[in-house]
């Protein structure tokens, strides 16, 4: 059943029923469609790897026990999202997040062996530039409030419209408006020099 | 300190960025974007946030192990039943609930009531007197030593109101 399933396009709502019926392809499908885009905002809010990998991994096995309560109020897309969310937000991770944050070198060890075990591909300036890079974004989210953050990545990485983000939130759209509007002007000022970088 | 010109509207900037403006508003900002040095500058450096940042994310998942991800999931998930619909009600989650009460109103039952059932007390008619406008009857209940006296008045509207 699961190749059958993999070689069609299924939408959303007829992978929800497979879902349902406790169809393993289906689940398979399921986690291939989503585990980037539930990466991407893991990551976009928790700003660590292997935290958001543990993430999307917990928001699969709850879809998977909970996809029989799962009344379509909202769609598919939007449910994921919310858990993923919610699951970042959650106060225990955010307790983990701060130890870690005192606890860099692991970290960086790891990104110097993937430094060198893709040397041989590119430059090593040019991959050395990337991690500053991606430390000064890093450093500029981190000074976002953690909410504020979350709202703007859904946006930016997502592409989500104000009520869906409003709606995964659980906040107004004004709350949406003036958050986004809030993170751009902070950005702004923060990553100015890799801003004006991108320009050239 | 730089001073934004008064006509500037920052906010609304930021959502025609994101292509939510009504068409009046896509009209005002267009119109002004043209006359606008500082919101021009503005609308690119959101453009550049957007692709740093975007491309920041990418990168990072680029290096992710999403295969473990799957492998893990789909192990984790094999051991364990999909409550789906038609299942959910007899899933075993949902059956400890009510099972914990049932066991618990059982264990109180058992202990609070009584087992011996009281039977039916027997009585004993004493002495009874009739006459042509009222009757009386007297009961005794050798268990609990109680006298009932019964009178009853000879009308239509006799019964069990007229007990004493």
Same mark, same amino acid.
């Not at chain 1, 885009?37 to 999307?56: C, P």
């Not at chain 2, 606008?36 to 503005?42: A, D, P, S, Y």
């Given at each position: 059943?699961?190749?059958?399933?993999?070689?069609?396009?299924?939408?959303?709502?007829?992978?929800?029923?497979?879902?349902?019926?406790?169809?393993?392809?289906?689940?398979?499908?399921?986690?291939?469609?989503?585990?980037?885009?539930?990466?991407?905002?893991?990551?976009?809010?928790?700003?660590?790897?292997?935290?958001?990998?543990?993430?999307?991994?917990?928001?699969?096995?709850?879809?998977?026990?909970?996809?029989?309560?799962?009344?379509?109020?909202?769609?598919?897309?939007?449910?994921?999202?919310?858990?993923?969310?919610?699951?970042?937000?959650?106060?225990?991770?955010?307790?983990?997040?701060?130890?870690?944050?005192?606890?860099?070198?692991?970290?960086?060890?790891?990104?110097?062996?993937?430094?060198?075990?893709?040397?041989?591909?590119?430059?090593?300036?040019?991959?050395?530039?990337?991690?500053?890079?991606?430390?000064?974004?890093?450093?500029?989210?981190?000074?976002?409030?953690?909410?504020?953050?979350?709202?703007?990545?859904?946006?930016?990485?997502?592409?989500?419209?104000?009520?869906?983000?409003?709606?995964?939130?659980?906040?107004?759209?004004?709350?949406?408006?003036?958050?986004?509007?809030?993170?751009?002007?902070?950005?702004?000022?923060?990553?100015?020099?890799?801003?004006?970088?991108?320009?050239? | 300190?730089?001073? +934004?010109?008064?006509?500037?509207?920052? $906010?609304? !900037? *930021? /959502?025609?960025?994101?292509?939510?403006?009504?068409? =009046?508003?896509?009209?005002?900002?267009?119109?002004?974007?043209?006359?606008?040095?500082?919101? +021009?500058?503005?609308?690119?450096?959101? $453009?550049? !946030? *957007? /692709?740093?940042?975007?491309?920041?994310?990418?990168? =990072?998942?680029?290096?992710?192990?999403?295969?473990?991800?799957?492998?893990?999931?789909?192990?984790?998930?094999?051991?364990?039943?999909?409550?789906?619909? *038609?299942?959910?009600?007899?899933?075993?989650?949902?059956?400890?609930?009510?099972?914990?009460?049932?066991?618990?109103?059982?264990?109180?039952?058992?202990?609070?009531?009584?087992?011996?059932?009281k039977t039916p007390v027997s009585s004993a008619i004493i002495d009874s007197f009739s006459g042509e406008t009222a009757s009386v009857m007297i009961f005794e209940v050798p268990e609990s030593g109680q006298t009932i006296i019964w009178y009853s008045e000879n009308s239509e509207q006799m019964g069990d109101d007229n007990a004493i």
């Open positions: 059943m699961s190749n059958k399933i993999e070689n069609r396009p299924l939408s959303d709502k007829a992978l929800v029923r497979l879902l349902q019926q406790g169809d393993e392809g289906a689940f398979q499908v399921l986690v291939r469609r989503y585990q980037k885009k539930l990466f991407s905002i893991a990551f976009g809010i928790t700003l660590n790897r292997e935290e958001s990998l543990d993430i999307v991994q917990e928001v699969f096995i709850q879809v998977y026990e909970k996809i029989g309560y799962f009344k379509e109020k909202s769609s598919l897309s939007t449910w994921l999202h919310r858990i993923t969310v919610n699951r970042c937000l959650n106060w225990k991770r955010k307790w983990i997040r701060i130890i870690k944050f005192h606890h860099t070198a692991y970290d960086e060890n790891k990104d110097n062996l993937i430094l060198n075990q893709d040397s041989g591909n590119r430059t090593t300036d040019r991959l050395y530039e990337e991690k500053v890079m991606g430390q000064q974004i890093d450093a500029g989210l981190k000074k976002l409030p953690e909410k504020i953050r979350t709202v703007f990545i859904l946006r930016e990485l997502e592409g989500l419209s104000y009520n869906d983000i409003a709606d995964i939130m659980r906040i107004k759209i004004g709350t949406v408006k003036s958050r986004i509007y809030y993170a751009r002007q902070k950005l702004k000022v923060c990553l100015k020099p890799l801003v004006e970088e991108d320009r050239q | 300190m730089k001073t +934004r010109p008064s006509e500037c509207k920052d $906010s609304l !900037l *930021s /959502r025609y960025f994101d292509k939510t403006t009504t068409k =009046e508003e896509n009209l005002w900002v267009e119109a002004h974007l043209k006359t606008c040095l500082r919101c +021009r500058k503005m609308m690119g450096d959101y $453009s550049g !946030l *957007s /692709r740093i940042i975007k491309q920041r994310v990418d990168r =990072e998942a680029q290096q992710a192990d999403f295969l473990r991800v799957e492998k893990n999931v789909l192990l984790k998930t094999s051991n364990k039943n999909a409550y789906n619909v *038609s299942g959910s009600f007899f899933s075993p989650r949902r059956l400890l609930i009510p099972v914990a009460v049932t066991v618990f109103l059982v264990a109180i039952t058992t202990v609070f009531y009584p087992f011996k059932q």
